[in-house]
């Protein structure tokens, strides 16, 4: 027997011809990516400046177009608006205005947007995350169990419950859950003004408020999740290694957690953040329903004037923010999958 | 030479259709398909248009379901069954149409970026990426409310946003079948750009197209719902989102009127997931990568 | 240790798979026994059933299957044990090398963790314990058995290469000290000197501990040079069995003599000019008084930017010239840059820099020019199921290359090309085959299909990649007769790439070898294989199976 007993060889025992050539360097692959996120993010504030300052014409006419006004108050809001200056000159205005954090002043609130948003940005943050949070966890879950058990009855009844919510507008589930639960959970607002002080009872009496639109948002978002998990594990389930697995003798369990688990979560995961802009439509519609404090409700009250300069901020800090997140998604993606770092 | 070609042809559609057929999901959603665009188009002849008139409307306001309005009344005294039905027409037609346009787009764009590689493909593929990961809606908010009212604007709105899934799925496929050696072997007889794409390329996307398209229609529903429910739809339209606009801008949900909110949400429901049905089924009939799976 | 029973004993195997509320027969009636320290080669074409045998003895086979006869693992039935019992068995008493390691193992997994995988879940067969130290020793010692660093435990699977990979699942089969290894193809991606280390591996350890090794391939040369014993499996049953020099030598069944044939010897003056067909050649027709050079590269290369932005000569400045009338073998590994060349050829890649003609003209690089340049060069593919698509009926696929140069505009003209292009491809009678889908018919035919559809453009020369690499064995010389009969009758001039030397040696009358870019040595057949004088060309020779060297002397 001649095991393990020369180990003189080094490294160079293999004559194989045909390494494999490493993939991109990790900087130039960040660099690479961040570049792009950061020529998306200028295309996204070139796209908010030209939607609301070139269609049709005149934002003020649309601005103003449902009630009567003087020409007086047109040229002053021209001027407040900065739009009788050339466009070219107002891009540069609102180019430099958007780096000092400078999103324009509100019209109908008279306000600065950016503090606006500011103020709002929290409590959407708390509704998408924990929505997300519990959609992830419920969505994979359900899916890794309705693909390995295809065609099953649960696999049958949890993706007809998914594609029925799949179909759902949800602000008309947010309706109907406030009709269903009429007065069990609150219907507006994230804060009621007699919750107690300390902050156990502030906690509990904002977790009381987000139930319904968490769980409107939570329903239809899980369910593209599922079924993405659903069908990611599906492809994977033809694959030789699984074989290799179970020749092996793992058990059927182990051969699903160890392998094809890891293999189908990959693409999901990354999906789970491209689909972050699907969320960020969602929260518009159901915090509306709901008149949660956060971005959508803002977006909502910036469409009843309309107030172009608020609608305008919404948009770049949303669209922004999806652009961000999908950046991570990237990076994310290369961390977790070894077979994107070579190619 | 043409009758067996047609032969075979016919062949291949009920071979289609057989396997569609098996899929009983696709069967049903096909059904309701059929009976919904069946009504929406006979709306003016079954019905009396007169009863949508806020003036003329007999009804006295929010009244529950009763024998002479089966689905109750809204705000404005007219019958929410007769409004349910004229809805479904809007709601179709943008539906139909902002597909159209987005499908168009989005194969245009897929086509191109795939087969035309170099910069423009390059750019293609940016331009789509961007598009894809904005919040469409988001988008979508922004064009309706910077251009005027009605449903063209919708229509353009819900199209011009939703083509980017379009786009990279027909990339996608475009590609896998440029991979194949008989695109190269085409290329050595000496066929040119319009020779693949024609006889090849896109005999081979266009089924999948076509599921794609039928997913598509549903979305662009709800997207319009979504819409007209943040009130940017056409005034003077009655759709199945603005009926919901309505009804919690005039407080019938805090008044508990159940019978004003349920047909609308529940007919976006059934057609969109007749549509999603359909495509399911019909992409599994026509996507050979899915059909081989057991 | 009293061996009672053999490693391995099937009786009156039968496996059928339910389609369609039919049953298939998969396997029929198939008897073996596999003694320790002892080697089994099952030979036969795809679809023959071989690999349904190799799966069944660990009971891997999809629920669909139907298992009738008795598998017995040291005397143990497969079918009658439990499921605890059965995974207990599984690696531990028999491990499989799957075929085309590239998805067999799990590519998001380090392939250290993987070989481990199997020590933790049997770790009371091996003398190690199962404490992390102790399998780690492990497969490092495995990894070093295969002659891999132990640096490549913590390599991912995608950053190995084919014949690193096929060595991991070498070391991965080992890893539970089984009594016996099924390998199935083990070597068939793999190009023919990683294809003999891993034999030899394959070999050296079956020798040192008394495993007992059933292989599985297509390859008969690779059988005869490897096992004692060879089985030869056609349409589910075996067809004839005994040991190898016999069954090469000798072979009974005319299935065993058609994938012998289809393996021919280098050096054997019997297979020289002339491929297993069953049709008759014609005879070599006088040559032409002073040979013209039809196809021409001068100087020609072509160079690749990897990802890193790195430039990497894929065609590094080759000259080549194909005459009238011959044919030229273009030999080389994957990687050597043949495919390249062939694409550069035909217009399909640009040159760096160098020159291609026809006929002493430059290849023009685009507009009409190109496309009538097509006309005389074209294309053969390899694999013909993939060249042809599936939608388009053999006459749409034949009149495709008449239809973009517009020859007869006349229906009727284009369709006697197309009956004429296919007649000359041998398919006949042509109007049988003009209706059908490329699905309905054979790999051979699809092949026939695809040369049609070349020779409809009436070319001069026909550029070949591997045009037999993916068809089976016994359709291979009819392939082969066929391209030769084209340049014996129509004088068509062909350049065969291939990885085969064999094939050279059965219907080439120049061979160019080719190694990392460069043509390393240009010349007839007879002084290239026979004498060959670089040091590459050497080792290709000496990396194919002896078997067939072996059975073509008498008396062995």
């Not at chain 3, 400045?317 to 043949?338: P, R, Y």
């Amino acid at each position: 027997m001649t095991t393990s007993t020369t180990s003189t060889t080094g490294t160079n025992t293999v004559a194989d011809l045909d390494e494999r050539r490493s993939g991109t360097s990790t900087p130039r692959f960040l660099l690479g990516k961040i570049g792009g996120a950061l020529a998306s993010l200028v295309l996204v504030v070139v796209l908010g400046f030209l939607l609301f300052r070139m269609i049709p014409g005149d934002p003020v006419a649309t601005m103003t177009r449902d009630r009567p006004t003087s020409p007086q108050q047109l040229a002053d809001l021209r001027e407040r608006l900065g739009i009788d200056k050339p466009l070219w000159q107002q891009f540069v205005d609102y180019f430099g205005g958007l780096l000092r954090g400078d999103l324009g002043e509100s019209y109908s609130f008279s306000r600065p947007v950016a503090t606006m948003i500011g103020e709002r940005l929290w409590p959407t943050i708390l509704l998408v995350g924990t929505a997300t949070v519990l959609a992830v966890i419920l969505g994979l879950w359900l899916g890794v169990r309705a693909a390995w058990r295809r065609n099953s009855t649960f696999d049958r009844v949890q993706t007809g419950i998914a594609l029925t919510l799949w179909s759902v507008p949800q602000f008309w589930l947010g309706l109907i859950l406030l009709i269903a639960t009429q007065g069990l959970f609150p219907s507006r607002g994230m804060r009621s003004p007699d919750a107690p002080e300390h902050f156990f009872g502030q906690a509990l009496d904002i977790a009381w408020h987000l139930t319904l639109p968490c769980l409107t948002l939570l329903a239809v978002i899980y369910a593209q999740y599922m079924l993405v998990m659903r069908s990611s594990l599906l492809e994977e389930m033809g694959a030789e290694y699984l074989t290799t697995a179970r020749a092996k003798g793992l058990r059927d369990d182990l051969v699903r957690r160890r392998h094809a688990v890891p293999n189908a979560l990959l693409p999901t995961v990354t999906l789970v953040f491209l689909q972050f802009g699907m969320v960020v439509s969602g929260t518009v519609t159901v915090e509306a329903v709901f008149s949660w404090p956060g971005l959508g409700q803002l977006t909502y009250q910036a469409l009843r004037g309309p107030d172009l300069p608020l609608l305008q901020g919404v948009f770049i800090v949303l669209a922004g923010s999806v652009i961000l997140m999908n950046l991570l998604a990237e990076v994310l993606y290369r961390v977790l999958d070894p077979r994107v770092r070579a190619t | 030479m043409t009758s067996p070609v047609w032969q075979r042809r016919r062949a291949a559609a009920a071979t289609l259709w057989q396997e569609f057929s098996r899929n009983k999901g696709g069967l049903i959603g096909l059904g309701f398909l059929v009976v919904v665009v069946v009504l929406a188009a006979l709306a003016p002849v079954i019905t009396d248009e007169s009863g949508l008139d806020v003036i003329t409307a007999t009804g006295t306001p929010l009244q529950p379901p009763s024998w002479e309005y089966l689905l109750g009344t809204d705000v404005d005294g007219r019958s929410v069954l007769l409004l349910t039905f004229w809805g479904a027409r809007v709601s179709l037609l943008v539906g139909f149409a902002a597909t159209v346009l987005s499908v168009f787009i989005g194969t245009l764009v897929g086509i191109t970026a795939a087969h035309f590689g170099g910069w423009l493909s390059a750019v293609l593929l940016r331009f789509t990426d961007f598009f894809l990961v904005l919040p469409s809606l988001v988008l979508a908010i922004a064009l309706s409310s910077v251009l005027p009212k009605g449903i063209a604007t919708i229509i353009l709105a819900v199209g011009v946003t939703s083509w980017p899934a379009t786009a990279r799925l027909v990339r996608a496929q475009t590609l896998t079948i440029e991979s194949r050696p008989y695109i190269e072997r085409a290329k050595a007889l000496g066929g040119g750009h319009a020779h693949i794409v024609g006889k090849h390329v896109l005999p081979a996307v266009l089924p999948l197209v076509l599921a794609n398209t039928t997913l598509v229609v549903g979305s662009s529903i709800i997207a319009e719902s979504t819409l007209s429910f943040l009130g940017l739809g056409d005034p003077t339209a009655v759709s199945w989102g603005s009926m919901l606009q309505t009804a919690l801008g005039s407080g019938s949900v805090t008044a508990g009127a159940w019978w004003y909110l349920l047909p609308p949400g529940l007919a976006i429901v059934v057609i969109v997931l007749s549509f999603t049905l359909v495509g399911r089924a019909l992409e599994t009939v026509l996507n050979p990568r899915l059909k081989g799976d057991r | 240790m009293t061996v009672t029973s053999p490693l391995l004993e099937l009786r009156d195997l039968g496996v059928s798979y339910r389609t369609g509320g039919q049953d298939v027969a998969a396997v029929k009636g198939v008897s073996l026994t596999l003694g320790a320290g002892e080697t089994l080669g099952i030979a036969g074409e795809s679809g023959s059933g071989k690999s349904t045998v190799a799966m069944s003895v660990l009971r891997l086979l999809p629920r669909s299957a139907k298992i009738t006869g008795e598998i017995l693992l040291a005397g143990e039935d497969v079918g009658g044990m439990r499921w605890g019992r059965l995974r207990a068995v599984r690696w531990s008493a028999a491990s499989i090398v799957f075929q085309g390691a590239m998805h067999a193992l799990n590519p998001v997994r380090k392939v250290g963790e993987q070989i481990a995988e199997p020590i933790r879940l049997h770790g009371e067969t091996g003398t190690a314990g199962t404490g992390a130290p102790d399998v780690r020793a492990r497969v490092e010692d495995l990894l070093k058995q295969v002659d891999l660093p132990v640096g490549k435990a913590s390599a991912y699977p995608h950053e190995l290469s084919g014949g690193q990979k096929q060595r991991v699942m070498i070391a991965m089969a080992l890893a539970c000290r089984p009594d016996l290894i099924i390998a199935d193809e083990p070597t068939t991606a793999l190009d023919v000197i990683v294809q003999a280390q891993v034999l030899d591996l394959l070999g050296d350890l079956v020798a040192e501990r008394d495993i007992g090794l059933m292989l599985i391939t297509h390859d008969l040369s690779v059988l005869a040079s490897a096992c004692r014993r060879i089985a030869v499996m056609y349409q589910g049953e075996i067809v004839e069995e005994g040991p190898s020099a016999t069954v090469m030598g000798t072979p009974r069944h005319a299935h065993t003599k058609a994938l012998a044939a289809a393996f021919p010897t280098v050096g054997d003056p019997r297979s020289r000019f002339a491929p297993a067909t069953a049709a008759p050649l014609p005879p070599e027709p006088d040559p032409p008084a002073e040979p013209s050079a039809l196809l021409s590269a001068r100087d020609l290369r072509v160079v690749f930017r990897d990802r890193g932005g790195a430039k990497v000569p894929a065609v590094d400045g080759v000259g080549l010239d194909v005459f009238e009338n011959e044919i030229v073998a273009l030999v080389g590994q994957s990687g050597s840059g043949k495919t390249t060349l062939a694409r550069t050829l035909l217009g399909l890649q640009r040159p760096t820099s160098g020159t291609v003609s026809y006929q002493g003209e430059a290849m023009p690089t685009g507009g009409a020019g190109l496309r009538a340049y097509r006309r005389r060069v074209q294309l053969v593919l390899q694999d013909p199921t993939s060249a042809l698509n599936p939608r388009h009926t053999v006459y749409e696929a034949v009149a495709e290359g008449p239809r973009i140069h517009r020859l007869g505009g006349v229906q009727g003209d284009e369709h006697s090309i197309v009956v004429a292009a296919l007649e000359a491809a041998e398919l006949r009678p042509a109007e049988t085959y003009l209706s059908r889908l490329p699905h309905e018919l054979s790999g051979g035919q699809r092949q026939r299909v695809v040369i049609a559809g070349a020779l409809a453009l009436n070319p001069s020369v026909l550029v070949a990649d591997e045009p037999v690499a993916s068809l089976d064995a016994s359709v291979r010389g009819e392939i082969l007769g066929l391209l030769l009969r084209l340049r014996r009758e129509l004088g068509l001039a062909g350049l065969v790439i291939t990885h085969d030397l064999g094939l050279a040696w059965n219907i080439a009358d120049r061979v160019a070898v080719m190694y990392r870019g460069k043509l390393v040595e240009v010349g007839t057949v007879e002084q290239v294989l026979l004498e060959p004088r670089h040091e590459y060309t050497k080792s290709l020779l000496a990396a194919l199976p002896m078997g067939t060297a072996r059975a073509a002397e008498p008396g062995v």
